[in-house]
């Protein structure tokens, strides 16, 4: 991320959701009213183009050319992020949502369920800053329900910002860290796990990693080696990543037990059984719970 900018795949991710919220009510996955407003001149008006069916195609096809995989991987993993985290919430005692690196994530306006549930988000102050002006601007004041802190997961810690901004480790969490892992460091990866680790028993987290062959393989994915060339051009290079198999064994570590971990074969099979779309296979969901 270019310093003093705001996160271009955040807006991407934005995009696919405001792309799905112009489906019909019955054919959507979700609906987020809110992403459009995150979204440049150019993407907003082709947003509101694509309710027409034959434009809809064209951008659909114009971002598969793009980024193959990306944009049905991408609907499929928001709608598995909400239902893990409705799970976690009908399954549990969760009293609070803590969301690292949350970008444009909008769960906590758009998500009935989290209605009554504290949130607080933390991400990187560019794109947070452009988050809550565009906010403050479309809803008139900030939700009541949200917190918002802001933190580069690479140049701070998470202990650190608790200095500041106490948050309560005694109440049953759920964590949510989407498309950030992949951005950063193992020893920041390692500090956010051992933060994570503070929460009493019973809390969960849902997280997104890449598998580690992507970035030392590329060539076995479908579109990935120029995926990567073209993050590498916008100042968002992709670092690091799990292998899925010792996945189990690294949580362990701050006692956590993986729950799930699936990935965009396997989500899209799940909400898009009739997509055909090939693309994004090693982006990847993952869920655990603290023990108790």
């Known amino acids: 991320m270019k310093e003093g900018k705001?996160?271009?795949?955040?807006?991407?991710?934005a995009l696919f959701r405001a792309l799905e919220t112009t489906r019909p009510?019955?054919?959507r996955l979700f609906g987020d009213p809110y992403a459009i407003s995150f979204l440049d001149k150019g993407l907003r008006n082709a947003t509101r183009l694509s309710k027409l069916p034959f434009f809809r195609n064209l951008v659909e096809r114009i971002i598969q050319h793009k980024i193959p995989g990306a944009f049905?991987?991408?609907?499929?993993?928001?709608?598995?992020?909400?239902?893990?985290?409705?799970?976690?919430?009908?399954?549990?005692?969760?009293?609070?949502?803590?969301?690292?690196?949350?970008g444009f994530d909008t769960r906590g306006l758009?998500?009935?369920?989290l209605r009554n549930i504290p949130v607080i988000e933390i991400d990187h102050p560019?794109?947070?800053n452009l988050k809550?002006?565009?906010?403050?601007?479309?809803?008139?004041?900030?939700?009541?329900?949200?917190?918002?802190?802001?933190?580069?997961?690479?140049?701070?810690?998470?202990?650190?910002?608790?200095?500041w901004n106490p948050i309560d480790f005694t109440k049953p969490t759920t964590i949510i860290w989407e498309g950030v892992t992949n951005y950063l460091t193992a020893s920041a990866i390692e500090s956010v796990f051992r933060f994570v680790s503070r929460?009493?028993?019973?809390?969960?987290?849902?997280?997104?990693?890449?598998?580690?062959?992507?970035?030392?393989?590329?060539?076995?994915?479908?579109g990935a080696e120029k995926l990567l060339n073209d993050l590498d051009k916008i100042h968002e290079r992709w670092t690091f990543g799990f292998r899925p198999e010792e996945l189990k064994e690294y949580l362990n570590r701050f006692n956590l037990a993986l729950l799930e971990d699936k990935g965009a074969t396997e989500y899209r099979q799940k909400y898009l059984p009739k997509n055909t779309e090939k693309g994004y296979e090693f982006y990847r969901?993952?869920?655990?719970?603290?023990?108790?």
């Not at 609907?75 to 799970?87: E, G, H, N, P, S």
């Not at 929460?199 to 479908?222: A, C, Q, R, W």
């Not at 969901?285 to 108790?292: C, E, I, S």
């Open 72 to 102: 049905s991987s991408g609907r499929a993993r928001t709608k598995y992020i909400d239902d893990l985290l409705q799970y976690s919430i009908s399954n549990g005692d969760i009293q609070q949502v803590l969301i690292l690196g949350a």
């Open 285 to 292: 969901v993952a869920f655990a719970k603290k023990r108790k």
């Open 126 to 128: 560019s794109t947070a």
């Open 199 to 222: 929460f009493t028993g019973g809390s969960y987290i849902i997280f997104t990693y890449v598998h580690k062959m992507v970035l030392d393989n590329p060539e076995f994915f479908h």
């Open 6 to 13: 705001a996160s271009r795949t955040a807006q991407y991710m």
């Open 110 to 113: 758009r998500l009935g369920f």
């Open 132 to 163: 809550l002006n565009i906010l403050k601007e479309q809803l008139g004041k900030l939700p009541g329900n949200i917190e918002y802190h802001q933190l580069d997961f690479n140049k701070e810690s998470l202990d650190d910002m608790v200095s």
């Open 25 to 27: 009510p019955g054919a």
